[in-house]
């Protein structure tokens, strides 16, 4: 099985930078802050599948295979086009604007 890296790794550079994404996840995190108390975040991930989002957040700073990762729900068109989502991008989710 080839993975969403490998896909990636197999475009065109040139086409990765200027198209937007056909299909992407919001994905909940728990960073663990400590054994009993973790912290919520949400992201945007473009990725085809949900295991695939969950698994290209990791390369977002500060998240680590601890953390507890949940793809919520597709994002609509909308969504994809207001955050400028790339193929393969990740970005910080707040209700449909990315946090700068």
């Known amino acids: 099985m080839v993975t969403t ?5 197999r475009r065109d550079p040139v086409q990765m930078v200027t198209e937007l994404t056909k299909c992407a996840w919001l994905v909940e995190i728990h960073l ?18 949900a295991r695939d989002a969950e698994e290209a957040i990791l390369r977002y700073p500060g998240i680590v295979q ?11 068109h909308v969504e994809i086009a207001s955050l400028k989502l790339r193929v393969g991008g990740v970005r910080p989710y707040s209700g449909g604007r990315s946090e700068n």
């Open 32 to 49: 663990m802050i400590s054994e009993r108390e973790s912290d919520t975040r949400f992201f945007a991930v473009g990725a085809q599948e």
């Open 66 to 76: 601890d953390d507890k990762r949940n793809a919520r729900r597709r994002l609509s």
């Open 5 to 9: 890296a490998e896909r990636l790794q």
